[in-house]
């Protein structure tokens, strides 16, 4: 044996288990492990620079997710076959990943740190994102790295109002509750996911489940971590300090700061008058001096000066950078319509963060597709949302799309799925855009809510309108002290010890995402946040149906409609018709666009089209297509062509029936040449009979006919049986010689 593999089990309450190996793969990286749950297998591994680069003042992580194909037998799709750079769904999961790992590491640690999760194996009903935090984890605890975990994270979704840990992909088909909850053993650090319409109670009962859970992984991994002889980590120095500078600065540059914090002045002006502050004290040092003392200056005055006077303002008089009460809601505006050439717009503006949202409308073919490892579909409803560098007054250049973006958009569209019919109740693939204009705090809750809006705009029958709030949280744990802020300026996110942002509509919650930077932070802070949250949300939702307080009656004249009908399972092949004959055909002459799903033994036609005259045709060609003929109907028909004994009409798209002569008119026609009917010939005809058998259908038009006086019907000829010979013989047995005879 070449290796000597370390195990450990965590047991799940349902006898689940989950088993945590390491020593036996990637035992180069500074820490590897595999974690097993099933069929499913994690390998996550960590590596740290020795050394700190030059000038590193902040934590340089790097936290990779990769699903491979091969885990589940699956081909990459693309030209080249292979995996290419990380979806979504990776971007996603690993900032849940880094999200929970990132507050830990030591504020004076400035190692390049680089976490790499991959999925190996692959059970198509096992969420192999619920275990990534904890694989990740693992990997650092069997580590030397610097790092205050171990932390687990675990899904926890309800179920026929139970909570459950970690479920099955089967399990999620009546779940009102789909959150991820990070934590260590002692507190909570992140909370995401998505609800439909639950409470504050149901909610923080679910986080309490989990916690309880994620207690258990983490014990394990310190058993782990002591077992290996890895509790002893690293030592390492990556900062120089000067305390003589940090005490001078404290000094001489505390209140000043603290006035500027309390002045009330916008953002960029309360900024220039903190960096002029900060450039005065400097002046007095040689450009010499400074190239030892600068970066010092700027992480005292930072940390020491300017953030310990904004959040001593908020606890000492409950006033905000802005002048605002913790519980008060900048001034917002709203305004729909915005946009004249789209089908819906809206901009919503709080303080200063500003959204400029559109929606389009589409068919089933715009309908995004998805192709992941695990999971494969498409999806009827998106959201984009867009952080150009403009939007907070910074020169610089827009570099391709953000996991930031990734991540914000896909909270923003969590919040309004719950909301947005789709299926049979709404026919429009619908896309949500979200540019941001202007950023100080919470533009994805902006998002939310002018999404809200464009989508009544749009006249999209949205269930329920949705707001959202980025609630805020500043803690003395030294005092005691703590004040949740409702609506938080960026400043406020960034000096403060809680992100809570909630979503929903007036009777529950629909998404949340919380990051928290501190440790102990109390449930009775966190159902603080949540009340103080849910009563602003209802504020700004006030003021969002001020503007419009329900969808419109209808789209917009510009927007292109969609029919929607039903049909029989067994019509679709002839809609579609050989090789999309007929479809294409319907398609090309009526100027429409025709898509056909298949639904529980039913085929859903979506009928696309730009006006009312190419829909009602289309629509008339695939209904054609679907009747059924019924005997006792009459039917404006085509004559398709002619023959001896009648005429074929076409009475439905592609159904023809014969017209024979003897049902033309009461008089007899001894040849189709004295009835006076032609190819394209539009007649009236009624359908009398059906042959069971062949499913042939026959016409009259006579029936149709005032019948002549006296007309009496001849009654039809019985035929006579064949006469069948003695012994089988057949045709007077004159049958020739045989061939090989002649």
């Known amino acids: 044996m070449m290796y000597n593999a370390t195990q450990k089990v965590i047991k799940l309450d349902d006898n689940r288990e989950i088993i945590i190996e390491t020593g036996k793969l990637a035992k180069q990286a500074d ?20 050394d700190a680069k030059p000038d590193t003042d902040f934590m340089p992580l790097q936290v990779d997710y990769k699903e491979k194909y091969a885990s589940c037998g699956r081909f990459p799709g693309g030209f080249l076959k292979r995996e290419a750079r990380p979806g979504d769904n990776e971007i996603l999961v690993a900032r849940l990943i880094d999200r929970a790992l990132r507050p830990l590491f030591p504020a004076d640690y400035h190692a390049e740190v680089y976490v790499t999760v991959n999925l190996i194996s692959a059970d198509k009903d096992i969420q192999a994102d619920a275990l990534a935090g904890l694989a990740a984890s693992a990997a650092l605890a069997v580590s030397d790295i610097p790092f205050g975990g171990p932390i687990s994270e675990v899904r926890v979704a309800r179920i026929n109002g139970e909570y459950c840990i970690n479920p099955t992909f089967s399990q999620m088909k009546d779940v009102d509750l789909d959150i991820m909850v990070g934590g260590t053993i002692d507190n909570i650090l992140m909370v995401e996911g998505e609800m439909k319409e639950v409470s504050e109670e149901v909610m923080l009962g679910a986080i309490k489940y989990a916690h309880e859970a994620i207690k258990g992984h983490c014990a394990a991994q310190i058993e782990l971590m002591k077992e290996l002889g890895k509790d002893v980590k690293r030592e390492y120095c990556h900062e120089n300090n000067d305390e003589e500078l940090r005490q001078t600065i404290i000094t001489e540059l505390y209140d000043k700061a603290y006035a500027i914090a309390t002045s009330g002045t916008m953002k960029h002006e309360r900024s220039e008058a903190f960096e002029a502050l900060e450039a005065e004290f400097a002046a007095r040092y040689t450009e010499e001096e400074l190239e030892e003392k600068a970066p010092l200056i700027h992480k005292y005055f930072h940390d020491d000066v300017q953030k310990k006077a904004m959040r001593n303002m908020i606890l000492d008089e409950g006033k905000r950078l802005d002048g605002r009460r913790t519980d008060e809601i900048r001034p917002i505006w709203c305004e729909i319509d915005y946009l004249p050439c789209a089908h819906g717009s809206a901009i919503f503006t709080r303080g200063e963060t500003q959204s400029l949202t559109t929606v389009t409308l589409g068919t089933k073919l715009d309908e995004k597709q998805k192709d992941e490892v695990l999971v494969q579909g498409s999806e009827q409803f998106v959201l984009h949302y867009n952080f150009p560098p403009f939007s907070t007054g910074e020169a610089r250049p827009a570099r391709g799309l953000s996991r930031r973006e990734i991540g914000h958009g896909h909270l923003a569209w969590r919040a309004l799925k719950p909301m947005v019919p789709v299926g049979e109740e709404n026919p429009y693939a619908v896309r949500v855009v979200s540019d941001i204009l202007e950023s100080n705090g919470s533009s994805s809750m902006a998002t939310v809510c002018a999404g809200t809006l464009a989508l009544m705009d749009a006249g999209v029958k949205l269930r329920k309108p949705v707001s959202g709030i980025a609630m805020g949280l500043i803690s003395d744990s030294a005092t005691g002290r703590w004040a949740v802020l409702s609506d938080i300026l960026g400043d406020e996110d960034h000096l403060g010890d809680m992100d809570f942002k909630v979503t929903g509509t ?87 666009t025709i898509t056909i799903t298949e639904v529980d033994e039913k085929g859903i036609v979506d009928i696309f089209g730009q006006n009312k005259e190419s829909l009602d045709a289309a629509l008339a060609r695939v209904k054609g297509i679907v009747a059924v003929p019924e005997i006792g109907e009459t039917y404006n028909g085509k004559i398709r062509s002619i023959v001896d ?28 040449a004295e009835t006076g009917l032609n190819e394209g010939d539009m007649i009236e005809v009624k359908l009398i009979a ?53």
């Open 690 to 742: 059906k042959d069971a058998k062949t499913g042939k259908l026959k016409l009259s038009r006579k029936a149709l006919l005032p019948q002549p006086e006296g007309w009496v019907e001849r009654e039809p000829r019985e035929r006579k049986p064949r006469e069948q010979k003695e012994g089988g013989e057949k045709r007077n047995n004159h049958r020739g010689p045989r061939r090989e005879q002649r």
């Open 506 to 592: 007036r009777d529950g919650i629909t998404a949340t995402q919380m990051d928290i930077k501190v440790d102990g932070l109390s449930y009775e802070v966190l159902a603080k946040a949540l009340e103080q949250a849910r009563q602003g949300r209802l504020h700004i939702l006030d003021k969002m149906v001020e503007t419009i307080s329900e969808p419109r009656e209808d789209y917009k004249p510009f927007v292109p409609r969609i029919v929607q009908i039903s049909i029989p399972q067994e019509f679709i092949g002839a809609v579609i018709g050989p090789g999309g004959k007929v479809i294409q055909e319907i398609q090309k002459t009526t100027g429409t």
């Open 31 to 50: 820490g590897a492990v595999v974690v097993k749950q099933g069929d499913t297998m994690l390998l996550a591994t960590v590596v740290a620079a020795k």
């Open 645 to 672: 004994f009648g005429a074929f009409v076409e009475i439905l798209p592609g159904k023809d029936a014969l017209l024979h002569i003897s049902e033309i008119d009461y008089k007899r026609f001894e040849t189709m």
